[in-house]
Nanobody
Framework: EVQLVESGGGLVQAGGSLTLSCAASGFTFDGHAIGWFRQAPGKEREGISC????????YYADSVKGRFAISSGNAKNTVYLQMNSLKPEDTAVYYC????????????WGQGTQVTVSS
């Protein structure tokens, strides 16, 4: 069974840091792009970061650029999102997703992990 599982969410004060993990089972990340998305209540889902496992290229939305960092772990099939200088507006459910390169459709999704940043 193909699964993506996020972990690492929680409650943090503004200015703090969290590291989210995305672990896959049932398939390998090789040849995929892994993305992080978030959705706050009443808002549309936002793609915030992505990494290509084929060449290591990364992407960041302007809203998180300079504060968040995406990386693939030493353990295969794990991708991390290091989140620094967190703001209350970063509060959302965070999801990881995977798409097979070079396709554009995100076909695998995790269940999400809640991140709450208090002011």
């Amino acid at each position: 069974e193909v699964q993506l599982v996020e972990s690492g969410g929680g409650l943090v004060q503004a200015g703090g840091s969290l590291t989210l993990s995305c672990a896959a089972s049932g398939f390998t990340f090789d040849g995929h792009a892994i993305g992080w998305f978030r959705q706050a209540p009443g808002k549309e889902r936002e793609g915030i970061s992505c990494i290509s496992t084929s060449d290591g290229n990364t992407y960041y939305a302007d809203s998180v650029k300079g504060r968040f960092a995406i990386s693939s772990g030493n353990a295969k099939n794990t991708v991390y999102l290091q989140m620094n200088s967190l703001k209350p507006e970063d509060t959302a459910v965070y999801y990881c997703a995977a798409r097979l390169l070079p396709d554009s459709s995100w076909v695998y999704w995790g269940q999400g992990t809640q991140v709450t940043v208090s002011s």
